[in-house]
């Protein structure tokens, strides 16, 4: 049997599992892993771990495919904790691979060692490993990777002392084919498909898992041939549905009465590929009653934990493909199309009048990455998403954080389509580094900071909830162009309505990374 190191078995594995393009931050515990970088491999560097796994994540869910992500340690590990929380609710296959100090050195408690390493990163890791011996890292990689990518996905950790890379190893590298979707019990579809058939006014509501599993054209067909009315579940971090078809009824907000309200005029909703549901607030209304459920999802515990309703469990693509051919067309009139707002005339530089200038500016295929918590209603009302193929990418966790260096992983990955990042003042300025990677890499990207000079969305809830006065919301002051051109981005700043649509239209034409900083009004007056 030949001799070879742990780190050339590694790298063959790496190869075979096509993730060869590896984001990081490198620090002294990574260097043996780093040591020789081969021609075919690609590192993506950024200035902080967070920004790091933010990256790493929207790239991760532009390309529908696992990434790599090599940390410094347990510091390295602790500054992208944040971003590995977002990365675990939106489900993304990030195989976190982290430096340790030498075998040698761990007894005795060395600088950089990181104790108990694999329990650090816990709950939010689907696995997590530091391998008993050198000779266990490819195949604790290789199980990482099949745990991350299977069903439903989410980040793993593998935490690797640093002289095990140069170890030497005999045992063959073994690489398995990715695990592949489930389909449902047909016992399952074939009641949920007699629901659907006695129902007068059926509505479905779709999660992120339904473009995760590139499922939105079966989900519309599935809408089409019942004639449901079809929502958004709260906080989906996809779009999973175009927004401009004519059965779209809007966004479902996360709190139990108001979804009751909503979902009150049908006699069945069924929920694709989301909790029922995600809820934020509690204004008193206790449980509101809700119309009969079923629950298609991957996830045993978004199936476990519902409070009531019939649970499927599949894969979502083949689940729904299970669905529609079960059912047969119906003859029920469609619900009414949804009214939108009328476009705000631009008299301020309000977010409506972003959101709608800018609709009429992208391309059709844009990638938008959102981080304006303030603002997403008016989002919903103002920027349609009509892309049936990752056309809308947000946080599913709330930390903020991600958009900057989201938008930035997204036009890494799919440099064929425009990416544009539309950010508040606030979560821009926890990943505001990942400006210095798109200027490294050249990435056509447009960054749009929403400048509003608060924390808005938590000055609203404190109003909503009588907080009276709140310390920590007030900002401002920031020069987001100067931050951008110091870090080698193109950027200009607009504070005049009359500026705004030559403004955007000059950095969307722009084949530089550039950001434009919008000073707008005060943010609304209420999150939902």
Excluded at 89 to 106: F, H, K, S, Y
Excluded at 211 to 222: H, I, K, M, R, S
Excluded at 226 to 236: C, D, I, K, L, T
Excluded at 448 to 454: A, K, P, R
Aim: net charge negative; charged share 20%.
């Amino acid at each position: 049997m030949i001799k070879r190191t742990v780190l050339d078995a590694t790298r063959e594995l790496l190869r075979e599992l096509g993730l060869t393009t590896v984001f990081g931050n490198p620090g002294t515990t990574e260097v043996p892993f780093l040591a020789d970088w081969p021609d075919d491999f690609y590192y993506i560097l950024g200035l902080q771990e967070s920004a790091v796994v933010a990256m790493a994540d929207a790239y991760s869910q532009a390309t529908r495919q696992a990434v790599l992500v090599n940390l410094h340690s347990a510091g390295g590990v602790g500054h992208g904790l944040g971003s590995l929380f977002t990365a675990y609710r939106n489900r993304t296959p990030l195989i976190i691979v982290a430096g340790q100090q030498n075998r040698a050195l761990l007894p005795h408690d060395p600088f950089l060692g990181a104790v108990d390493a694999a329990e650090f990163p816990k709950p939010y890791v689907k696995w997590s490993i530091e391998p008993a011996t050198a000779e266990d890292v490819p195949a604790a990689i290789a199980r990482a990777y099949h745990i991350a990518t299977q069903a439903p996905s989410g980040p793993v950790f593998v935490s690797v002392p640093a002289d095990d890379w140069t170890a030497t190893t005999e045992r063959p590298g073994i690489s398995r084919p990715r695990i592949r979707g489930f389909a449902p019990d047909p016992g399952a579809v074939e009641e949920l498909a007699a629901a659907l058939a006695a129902a007068e006014r059926p509505a479905f509501v779709v999660g992120s898992a339904v473009d995760q599993d590139t499922a939105v054209e079966e989900a519309v067909a599935l809408a089409e041939r019942v004639q449901a009315g079809v929502f958004v579940a709260p906080m989906s971090s996809r779009c999973s549905f175009p927004e401009n078809h004519a059965l779209f009824q809007g966004f479902l907000e996360p709190e139990r009465g108001s979804i009751s309200d909503k979902l009150a005029p049908y006699d069945l909703v069924v929920v694709l590929g989301a909790p029922a549901f995600t809820y934020h607030v509690d204004r008193g209304r206790g449980e509101a009653p809700l119309p009969p459920l079923f629950l298609l999802s991957d996830d045993e515990q978004i199936l476990a934990r519902a409070a009531e309703g019939t649970g499927i469990r599949a894969t979502l693509k083949l689940g729904i493909r299970a669905v529609l051919d079960a059912v047969a067309p119906s003859e029920r009139l469609a619900p009414s199309p949804r009214t939108r707002p009328a476009k705000p005339g631009g008299e301020k530089l309000t977010g409506e009048f972003v959101y709608s200038t800018l609709a009429d500016l992208l391309p059709d295929n844009a990638i938008v990455v959102e981080e304006a918590p303030s603002h997403r209603g008016v989002l919903h009302e103002h920027l349609p998403i009509t892309s049936t193929d990752t056309g809308f990418l947000t946080v599913a966790s709330g930390t903020l954080g991600y958009g900057v260096p989201g938008a930035v992983g997204a036009a890494l990955a799919r440099p064929d389509r425009k990416v544009v990042g539309v950010v508040g003042d606030g979560s821009s300025m926890y990943g505001i580094q990942a400006l210095w990677t798109a200027a490294r890499q050249e990435l056509p990207v447009t960054i749009v900071i929403l400048d509003n000079t608060e924390y808005a969305a938590v000055r609203i809830f404190g109003e909503s909830i009588d907080g009276g006065k709140l310390p920590g919301t007030s900002l401002g002051g920031i020069d987001f162009a100067a931050l951008a051109s110091s870090m080698g981005c193109q950027s200009v700043t607009i504070t005049e309505p009359s500026g705004l649509a030559a403004g955007l239209a000059a950095a969307l034409d722009d084949k530089r990374p550039t950001l434009v900083h919008i000073r707008v009004t005060s943010a609304e007056k209420s999150l939902y």
